[in-house]
């Protein structure tokens, strides 16, 4: 006799149809009216709890109640991450392609993870990387990994840069690590994670364009030398997450191959870039960093949990994550295909390259490049734009991502920046973000979802030409 709850999971094809069509119909509905929807819906309590209309018990719901459940608790509180007029934190925007790539990766769950289990798996994701590799200039020997996103990159590539210098607890106190404020906080974890913590970090000052200062660089290098010290490893932007800016790439290889230091470059929004022809320029000198970084849920436009990380010698990402084990004697290497598993911590993984493969190979290269372009142009008009209402700009952007602020003539500058973002992001038709730049209250705005275009970077102006009409409150 049957238990019917063992077969409730293992729906039949009429059961499958309608769960499916109305799950697509549901998210066609999203995306038709995207450009109606605010970018910012203020949570109404700041409370962090489970809500319990979330709660996980026996009591069942259809899929219509669990759809409108997910619209009014998940989809329509907080950062709506798909608007084109959401230009706060470096949105990608997520393709919907790259949804049916993780659909097919789902339902047929390929463990992409080894060789032996999905040959096709892995070379798709190697292919993966050696188009990436190819856009930073690597040629033969180098190898890499898809992870969920810049943080598990970083920390991969400098567990890889730890191996390959011997940093170990015998040295690790006279160890040097060169970065500047601007670094990704996700660095600072890296350290802690694979047991850095006790090395010395010498947070390079930066000029006034926001980039490391190369002169400085040099000169605590050879200060740390002449006192003993390890200078072990510099770490340099191409595209910071505050301002956007790239480090002089080119200049600090040079350095770092002077002195035989590992050079890590966290390319996590400016990498893709290099699909154009300014992106290029921009980055000269990539290619001579050791270890690379780059986030396609970024500038590739990916749903987020896209992330890879390249180093220039495989031998040396090897090193830091050969494993043995018994119960996978069987997964032998194929001679011209390397496995996921043996290039990250990871065994088990998502097959992450579907989302990546599958609108590359349907739109190609080069639509992505247009996009890329788009927001290069876009940052540029913004930036000329906004100075024209009367705020203060940083340097030019060298990507996309702009950073502005507004003295008024009476109060304080910071306190009227903070109303200022208070209002746009209350109002929530577009949203932008704040940082701190020089001790200064700033604000910025990040030209990266693919559905952002000039109608809503205009939308973003007229709105701060409209606040700062006000500003001769005194605040």
């Known amino acids: 006799m049957k ?31 995207l450009t109606h929807l605010k970018a910012y819906n203020k949570p109404l309590s700041a409370t962090v709890s489970t809500n319990k209309k979330l709660l996980i018990n026996d009591n069942t719901a259809n899929i219509e109640e669990i759809l409108l459940l997910l619209e009014e608790e998940v989809l329509k509180p907080g950062l709506n991450t798909a608007s084109g007029a959401n230009m706060g934190y470096i949105p990608g925007g997520g393709i919907f392609s790259s ?19 999905s040959p096709g798996a892995v070379n798709m994701e190697n292919e993966l990387i050696r188009w990436t590799a190819n856009l930073a200039g690597y040629t033969e020997g180098y190898g890499g990994n898809l ?27 006279k160890t040097v690590v060169y970065c500047s404020h601007q670094s990704h906080h996700s660095i600072q974890k890296a350290i802690n994670i694979i047991g850095l913590e006790d090395c010395i970090i010498r947070y390079i000052n930066i000029d006034s364009e926001l980039r490391i200062d190369v002169k400085e660089l040099e000169v605590q290098i050879t200060e740390d030398l002449k006192i003993g010290l390890n200078p072990f490893l510099v770490i340099a932007n191409a595209g910071s997450t505050d301002a956007g800016m790239i480090d ?6 040079k350095i770092a191959a002077k002195h035989s230091i590992w050079f890590h470059i966290d390319a996590a929004y400016g990498g893709f870039y290099l699909m154009t022809n300014r992106g290029r320029k921009k980055l000269n000198g990539i290619s ?3 270890s ?18 390249l180093i220039k010698d495989i031998k040396h990402l090897i090193a830091a994550n050969q494993y043995t084990a018994n119960y996978m004697q069987d997964a032998g290497e194929d001679g011209n295909s390397y496995s996921p598993s043996i290039l990250s911590p990871e065994l088990s993984k998502h097959f992450r390259g579907l989302r990546m493969w599958l609108p590359l190979k349907l739109y190609g290269q080069s639509a992505f490049k247009e996009y890329l372009d788009e927001k290069l142009d876009l940052a540029k008009y913004f930036y000329s734009e906004v100075k024209k209402i009367g705020f203060e700009v940083g340097p030019k952007p060298d990507l996309s991502v702009v950073i502005f602020r507004y003295v008024p003539r009476n109060g304080n500058a910071d306190h009227f920046n903070r109303f200022i973002v208070k ?10 973000s704040s940082t701190i730049i020089n001790g200064n209250f700033t604000l910025r705005a990040a030209i990266v979802s693919f559905r952002t275009h000039k109608t809503e970077v205009d939308f973003l102006l007229n709105m701060l030409s409209e606040i700062i009409s006000s500003e001769g409150v005194t605040l």
């Open 3 to 33: 238990n019917k709850k063992l077969y409730l999971l293992e729906e039949s094809q009429q059961q499958r149809k309608e769960l499916l069509d109305k799950t697509i119909t549901f998210g066609e509905n999203f995306l038709d009216n």
């Open 99 to 117: 949804a049916l790539g993780d659909y097919i990766a789902a339902i047929s769950n390929k463990f992409a993870g080894v060789f032996y289990a």
């Open 147 to 173: 992870t969920s996103g810049g943080s598990y990159a970083n920390l991969i590539a400098l567990l890889t840069a730890k191996r390959a210098k011997n940093i170990n607890i015998r040295n690790v106190e």
């Open 248 to 253: 002089p790439l080119l200049d600090i290889g």
């Open 288 to 290: 001579a960093a050791d």
């Open 292 to 309: 690379i970084i780059m986030d396609p849920h970024k500038s590739l436009f990916l749903p987020y949990g896209s992330g890879i990380v």
């Open 423 to 432: 209002e746009i992001q209350n109002n929530g038709k577009v949203f932008i």
